[in-house]
């Protein structure tokens, strides 16, 4: 069966690094993205990958090893504003996005 | 990025009446649409899959007399509850993809249903 694995809840101070971790299981594979969703409102793309490796975007990096069906984020600098869940999905060979169930992110001053 | 709006943001009825929800892609062509459910604290749940022009495909467990979809142009879909109970309230979201193959796909804002 098609899975999405990732911790349900992560606790981070401002002005420090998180990393989020997802593992999957899909029917053929067509990216890993990741979403952030703040309460109460839709999810916003953060990230694509669909090679192995890191791709950074400011202060927000994202990786992926095919091979270990493995990806994290990682957020630098945290924000107050961070605090938000996110969801990891991986894209199967039908190009529909499997979703894992979020990972609520709360941020310490 | 692309723009998804979906109409009403909120709404409250009665038990026993039906709601429509609308989506709508401001700014590109939604070849795909799909529309999801949120309980709290929890994650996104398929509900169904639409094309334009096509029967929409719905995931095991939903039934597609009470949720009703429409894609009817390449901007616009709708979903219906009907007969709605308030075991159907919860935060339905939709969101739009341009193209069949990989595509990133634009949520709307949402739409909070409360059934009383």
């Known amino acids: 069966g098609q899975n999405i694995d990732q911790p349900t809840e992560m606790t981070a101070t401002e002005g420090a690094i998180v990393q989020i971790n997802c593992t999957y299981q899909?029917?053929?594979?067509?990216?890993l993205f990741w979403y952030q969703q703040h309460a109460g409102e839709a999810p916003t793309f953060l990230s694509y990958?669909?090679l192995d490796g890191l791709e950074e975007k400011g202060r927000f990096s994202s990786f992926l090893s095919r091979s270990k069906g493995y990806s994290y984020l990682l957020l630098k600098e945290l924000q107050m504003k961070d605090s938000a869940s996110y969801l990891c999905?991986?894209?199967?060979?039908?190009?529909?996005?499997?979703w894992g169930a979020g990972t609520k992110l709360i941020i310490k001053p | 990025g692309a723009v998804v709006s979906q109409h009403p943001s909120w709404v409250i009825c009665k038990s026993g009446t039906s709601v429509k929800i609308e989506c709508r892609s401001l700014?590109?062509?939604?070849?795909?649409m799909f529309w999801y459910r949120q309980f709290p604290k929890q994650s996104l749940m398929l509900m169904a899959t639409?094309?334009?022009?096509?029967?929409?495909?719905?995931e095991q467990g939903v039934e597609k007399d009470k949720f009703l979809i429409n894609h009817a142009s390449l901007t616009l879909s709708t979903l219906t509850v009907t007969s709605a109970h308030p075991e159907d309230s919860s935060f339905y979201i939709c969101?739009?993809?341009?193209?069949?193959?990989?595509?990133?796909?634009?949520f709307g804002p949402g739409t909070r249903l409360t059934v009383l």
């Open positions: 969101s739009a993809r341009e193209g069949r193959g990989y595509n990133e796909q634009f």
């Open positions: 700014d590109f062509q939604a070849t795909t």
């Open positions: 639409s094309n334009e022009g096509s029967k929409a495909t719905y």
């Open positions: 899909t029917s053929g594979f067509n990216g």
């Open positions: 990958n669909v």
């Open positions: 999905a991986g894209m199967d060979s039908n190009y529909q996005l499997i």
